[in-house]
């Protein structure tokens, strides 16, 4: 069975630091690679994805991550956090040709201080 | 805006009683999944539907079914509700096959 774990659950940031969230999985295949926020009270949102190609992806907002295979990691980082930042961090994956059936991380909880 | 839209956005029931949390998909999209989401917690995939017939369970027991509709709309159906079905319950739409899903913002379901 595929799992995913994030390593930080909490992380706080003065704006301006950059950023790193650790995301590890576990999956005998080929996967696709997930990264989602959900600022408060809002609906999750795709930050980026990887299927496949150059293993270092960007999304939206200045965030990117890097695809390591070797070992099995997915970590999100943006160089220069905004205090809009603030949000819910998950990371997610499925089995390529998996469709819609995401398994996620237990997620990050990001609090970015003025 | 996602264009998958979720009604109600919250919701108390009694347990033991039962709910239905219902699901518009986004536009042109066939497939639909529904997820928990405990509190402190990610996502859990419950099932997913495609041309009105499940296509996929996670590990939840058979008190939690669904429906889907020839328009693509879904319902998620919760059966003698217990205090741990308490969550936010997520739907997200898709092409079938396609890796990209799109959420909607939730039911919040309190079962006291």
């Known amino acids: 069975a595929q799992s995913v774990s994030q390593h930080n659950h909490h992380v706080i940031l003065s704006e301006a630091a950059s950023l790193e969230l650790g995301c590890n999985y576990s999956?005998?295949?080929?996967?696709?690679l997930f990264w989602y926020v959900q600022y408060p009270g809002q609906h999750l949102q795709l930050l980026l994805k990887?299927?496949?190609?150059?293993?270092l992806v960007k999304g939206i907002k200045g965030f990117e991550a890097e695809f390591i295979k070797s070992k099995f990691s997915f970590n999100l980082r943006k160089p220069s956090v905004q205090w809009s930042d603030t949000a819910e961090y998950f990371c997610?994956?499925?089995?390529?040709?998996?469709?819609?059936?995401?398994?996620f991380g237990t997620g990050t909880q990001l609090k970015v201080e003025l | 805006e996602t264009g998958v839209t979720q009604s109600p956005t919250h919701l108390i029931k009694t347990r033991g009683q039962q709910v239905t949390l219902r699901c518009s998909s986004q536009?042109?999209?066939?497939?639909v999944s529904w997820y928990q989401q405990a509190l402190g917690q990610g996502p859990q995939f419950i099932f997913q539907?495609?041309?009105?017939?499940?296509?996929g369970r996670g590990n939840f027991p058979p008190r939690f079914s669904g429906l889907q509709f020839p328009n693509y709309s879904s319902e998620l159906n919760v059966n003698a509700l217990e205090l741990d079905d308490s969550a936010l319950y997520l739907c997200?739409?898709?092409?079938?096959?396609?890796?990209?899903?799109?959420f909607g913002q939730g039911t919040r379901l309190t079962v006291v």
């Open positions: 997200a739409s898709s092409f079938y096959g396609g890796a990209l899903a799109f």
């Open positions: 999956y005998g295949g080929t996967v696709n």
């Open positions: 990887y299927f496949s190609g150059d293993p």
């Open positions: 997610a994956v499925n089995g390529a040709g998996g469709g819609n059936k995401l398994t």
């Open positions: 536009s042109g999209h066939n497939t």
């Open positions: 539907y495609y041309r009105e017939e499940e296509n």
